[in-house]
């Protein structure tokens, strides 16, 4: 999607409905077994980016990053 395409609230709600569709397909039918699956996605996925913002923390104090100044 680009800077200038308007927004287009239908389309995100067709997508997040095909989306919730497929993961509940995933996990049989069951939508508690979905939400779950998908709690468990968003963990792992936080535990990720903590381990990546320390990364580049720890390569920022080494000198391994610039400030930007534009």
């Not at 509940?24 to 903590?50: F, P, Q």
């Amino acid at each position: 999607m680009s800077d200038s395409a308007a927004p287009n609230p239908q389309a995100d709600a067709d997508r997040l409905e095909a989306a919730a569709d497929q993961a509940i397909a995933a996990c049989g039918g069951d939508v508690r077994d979905a939400l779950k699956a998908l709690i468990v996605a968003n963990e792992y996925l936080e535990s990720e980016v903590c381990e990546l913002m320390q990364a580049v923390s720890h390569a920022y104090a080494r000198g391994r990053f610039k400030p930007y100044n534009g």
